[in-house]
C-alpha cells in the first residue's frame, strides 16, 4: 500500500481498491500530483487524496504498472510513459496509447524507462531484451546482439556514457554509442562487460 512519512508520523493513504498489493513505484509530476504504480492499477493523489484511478477499464494493458517516467517534449510539454506487465504505456492529453510487441517492442513486460540526454526512451524488460525508442519506432537488443543478459530491471548512465543494468544474474555494462551505432547499422554487436558474486557482489539477484 501507500503510507506517507510526516511530523514523526505514519498515515495510511491506500484506498481499499489497492490495500495489501504491491506498489512499485511513485512519482511527484511537474504539477505537484502524485502518481503510484501498483499492482492494481495507477492512482493518482492531490494532496492525500486520490483523484483517479486507471485499470485496464481505462485503457491500460495490464492493472500491474511497474515504472512511472514523467517526459518533457521539445515544445515544453509534458507527457507520462508507465512500464506494465502488458505493455509500454504514453498517457498524453488524458489518453492512454498503448505499444506491444505487435509495435515492436522486444517484450511485454516492462521494468525500466530511461530517458537520455538526446531524449531517446529506453525500454527495459523482464527477461525479453531492450528497447530503444526513437522518432515512433522501436530497435531492439537481446544476447544474440551482445547483451550479457535478457534481463533489464534497471537503467542507469554514467558520466562516460555506459549504462548500467541490473538482471538476475548480476549487473552488466553497455555502451550508448555502441548500442546508437548497431541501431543505425554500423556494426553487428555490441559489447557488454558482466559482474557477480564471482567479483565480490553478495547476491547476484538484483
Known amino acids: 500500500g501507500v503510507r ?3 511530523n514523526g508520523k505514519i498515515e495510511k493513504l491506500t484506498p481499499p481498491q489497492t490495500a495489501g498489493f504491491p506498489v512499485w513505484a511513485i512519482l511527484e509530476d511537474h504539477m505537484g500530483a502524485v502518481w503510484v504504480a501498483s499492482q492494481r492499477g495507477l492512482l493518482k493523489f492531490e494532496g ?3 483523484v483517479a484511478h486507471y485499470t485496464t477499464k481505462d485503457g491500460l494493458p495490464s492493472n500491474d504498472v511497474k515504472v512511472i517516467h514523467e517526459r518533457v517534449q521539445n515544445n515544453g510539454q509534458t507527457e507520462l510513459w508507465f512500464g506494465t506487465f ?8 488524458g489518453k492512454f496509447t498503448v505499444y506491444t510487441t505487435a509495435e515492436g517492442l522486444t517484450g511485454n513486460r516492462v521494468r525500466s524507462i530511461y530517458e537520455d540526454a538526446e531524449g531517446m526512451l ?8 531492450l ?7 522501436f530497435f531492439n537488443y537481446r544476447t544474440e546482439h551482445g547483451l550479457y543478459n535478457n534481463g533489464v530491471f534497471q537503467i542507469l548512465e554514467d558520466r562516460l556514457g555506459y549504462f548500467w543494468i541490473s538482471c538476475n544474474k548480476g549487473i552488466y555494462r553497455v555502451s550508448r554509442r555502441e548500442l546508437n551505432e548497431m541501431a543505425e547499422g554500423r556494426i553487428a554487436r555490441v ?4 559482474f557477480g558474486k564471482q567479483d565480490g557482489m553478495l547476491n547476484s539477484d538484483c
Not at 529506453?122 to 531484451?129: A, E, L, S
Not at 559489447?191 to 558482466?194: I, L, T
Open 122 to 129: 529506453w525500454i527495459g524488460t523482464y527477461d525479453d531484451g
Open 4 to 6: 506517507r512519512y510526516e
Open 131 to 137: 528497447s530503444r525508442f526513437r522518432d515512433g519506432r
Open 48 to 50: 492525500d487524496r486520490v
Open 86 to 93: 502488458g505493455g509500454l504505456v504514453q498517457f498524453k492529453d
Open 191 to 194: 559489447n557488454s562487460v558482466a
